[in-house]
């Protein structure tokens, strides 16, 4: 067995290795995602009836890393990306405390493919065109001592979301790197929120209509290269 698994490691070696290849890591920032999120989570804070409650976030972006590589021969990259998003309103005096938080992380592996549209003297714009699955984990977190009565409730639920985009990255050489400012706009078609305690039970609006992560949004970053020959 370790034979053959040693055979596809090295056939996969050579081919990526004659194909020549990158690899690469960003920073990715995104906006105008989670909006369902940012009602559910308006919601709540509706719900809490004391004069002050202020929220200092809502779901206003999101931010993380990439991890990849790519296939020059066929102009396809596959990758691994890490994201996060969250909200938070809070309450504090002489009487007690609110704080009621929602954070969302994504796991998304996806792969995308490019074509060059245009090149200049410093480098060359690149249109692509995304596959995307991500898995979210949602933590709803109430914390709140009112009165001398403390409570500390977290809630985990799941999701699991399919989605494509579009990708405009503009690609300069710098000598043996690769330096890739990058724009984009992600369309996804979200999952509900499902309870990771109880099967079939998932996160709803008061009007019972399934809250969904909400990650279709437009995005950008900045990325780094390094060509594999």
């Known amino acids: 067995m370790k034979k053959y698994f040693y055979l596809i490691v090295s056939f996969i070696s050579i081919n990526i290795y004659a194909q020549k290849a990158e690899i690469f890591t960003d920073l990715n920032f995104g906006t105008f995602t989670n909006i369902p999120l940012r009602n559910f989570h308006n919601e709540l804070a509706e719900d809490i009836n004391f004069n002050g409650l202020k929220t200092t976030d809502n779901f206003n972006f999101n931010y993380g890393f990439t991890f990849g590589f790519k296939i020059n021969k066929i102009n396809t990259s596959f990758f691994y990306s890490h994201k996060v998003s969250g909200s938070k309103t809070s309450l504090a005096d002489f009487s007690g405390f609110i704080t009621l938080t929602n954070e969302i992380k994504g796991a998304t592996f996806g792969g995308y493919y490019e074509k060059t549209i245009k090149k200049t003297s410093k480098g060359e714009l690149l249109f692509g065109v995304k596959g995307l699955i991500t898995f979210s984990k949602l933590t709803l977190k109430n914390y709140n001592s009112i009165a001398n009565n403390l409570t500390d409730e977290n809630f985990d ?44 039970a998932h996160l709803t609006f008061k009007d019972g209509n399934p809250v969904k992560t909400g990650w279709t949004g437009l995005n950008g970053g900045i990325g780094i290269g390094i060509p594999i020959f």
């Open 157 to 200: 639920f799941k999701s699991v979301d399919f989605g494509t985009g579009l990708l405009l990255t503009y690609k300069v050489h710098l000598g043996s790197l690769i330096i890739k400012p990058f724009i984009g706009l992600d369309i996804y078609f979200g999952g509900k929120l499902e309870f990771e305690e109880i099967s079939d």
